[in-house]
């Protein structure tokens, strides 16, 4: 009379080899979501500059006064935007950050480029600059610049060979 065995269960070296594999899995993708992370950090924070920007001309259409956004002006990573408030009840047209309202200000964690520059719109939304603004960094995120024109304003990404903005 022979007794069966049971076969049911794992042994040692199934479960020793298949910790294995995750392990390794997990490090492979540990290192590849990093990288995503970091690129997902460069594209929300063009993103928050780009709605900033456009607050900004929205909010010198509607309350028919000048707005500006001050670009690494006083820090290569930081940005502000002034309402003009200074001589009510419409402003004098001239940015004097002592005396009108600051709506935002926000510092990122890559370098703006160009800095020191102002750039204002009139009551009409019209921008005072065209050209592009990026967000400096060593990685190939989807947004990392955007471009401004007197009438239009578009998120893309930079093409270091060209110097330009590709817009999408």
């Known amino acids: 009379m022979t007794i069966g065995r049971d076969y049911r269960g794992m042994t040692l070296v199934e479960v020793m080899t298949v910790l294995a594999i995750l392990g390794v899995l997990v490090v492979i993708l540990g290192f590849s979501f990093q990288g ?3 690129k997902y950090k460069v594209e929300d924070q063009t993103k928050r500059l780009y709605a900033d920007i456009s607050d900004a001309r929205a909010r010198a259409m509607q309350k028919k006064r000048m707005t500006f956004v001050e670009l690494a002006v006083l ?42 520059l102002t ?7 019209l921008s005072s600059f065209t050209g592009t603004v990026r967000l400096v960094s060593t990685l190939s995120p989807d947004y990392d610049c955007i471009t401004l024109r007197t009438t239009r304003i578009r998120i893309g990404r930079y093409d270091d060979p060209t110097s330009t903005c590709q817009e999408k």
């Open 119 to 125: 750039v204002s719109f009139d009551r009409e939304g």
């Open 36 to 38: 995503w992370l970091a």
């Open 75 to 116: 820090d290569s990573r930081r940005y502000r935007t002034f309402e003009d408030t200074n001589t009510a009840p419409d402003g004098n047209g001239t940015l004097e950050a002592a005396n009108d309202t600051r709506v935002t200000d926000t510092t990122t964690d890559y370098r703006i480029d160009p800095a020191g």
